[in-house]
């Protein structure tokens, strides 16, 4: 009876030994991402949107695996999606940008599509995603009220600056757009300057012709300026 009570005894221990030695050799399963940081705020009530494109903030995807318990760095191991890329892009390796053409809230997500170890070797195959938001603040103006947006855009191969003698507005045609506010019935004129070789070939949007263009703004309004 001890022999036969040993030998079960024997065979459990071995099985516990062999489930051991396997479940070492496992991978590690990625149970969480977390992405740093978790909230970005862009702008502020006081700054046109447009002002804030091309801001940028680099994120990060901590893993947080088990077996045994690990943080890493997978940030270009994940793929990265923003929500609402009319106000927020992000690249491929976690790179945040800013588009300043709407404003609001954008939930940007890291998904890790296989779950797997450091060593690449996969596990389970489950999907693991994590989330942040990024923020960028609407323009309400300043202390007396929101005033409108005056936005010039750029078209044409060709160079040249467009001027305000109203408030010293000055943009040349590489900067592709660029903004200002001004109070609400402020008349502005604008100049088109072509940088040699280039022409002018005329406005379009709230001003057209080739001669200066001139505005009430009462509104936010949009001009575009073409050099050939």
Not at 79 to 94: A, D
Not at 170 to 185: H, M, N, Q, R
Request: aromatic letters at 6%; charged letters at 10%.
């Amino acid at each position: 009876m001890k022999a036969k009570w040993f030998g079960i005894i024997t065979l459990i221990a071995a099985a516990t030994l062999l489930f051991s030695l396997s479940s070492c050799a496992d991978p590690q399963e990625l149970v969480s991402i977390e992405i740093q940081p978790t909230t970005e705020t862009v702008g502020a009530s006081n700054i046109p949107v447009p002002a804030d494109a091309g801001f940028q903030v680099q994120l990060r995807a901590l893993g947080n695996y088990l077996h045994p318990p690990a943080t890493k760095d997978i940030t270009n191991q994940v793929t990265w999606t923003s929500n609402t890329p009319q106000m927020f892009t992000v690249t491929s390796t976690g790179l945040l940008t800013a588009t300043g053409i709407d404003c609001g809230g954008t939930l940007v997500s890291a998904t890790a599509t296989t779950n797997s170890d450091g060593s690449g070797v996969s596990s389970s195959g489950a999907i693991v995603t994590g989330y942040m938001t990024a923020n960028l603040v609407c323009y309400t103006g300043g202390a007396g009220g929101a005033e409108p947006i005056l936005t010039v855009n750029f078209l044409g191969s060709g160079t040249g600056t467009v001027t305000s003698s109203t408030s010293g507005f000055s943009c040349e045609s590489g900067s592709l757009s660029c903004v200002d506010s001004f109070p609400s019935g402020t008349t502005v004129t604008l100049t088109a300057t072509p940088v040699a070789p280039s022409t002018f070939g005329g406005w379009s949007g709230g001003c057209t012709g080739t001669s200066t263009c001139v505005l009430v703004l009462q509104t936010d309004t949009t001009v575009t300026a073409e050099f050939d």
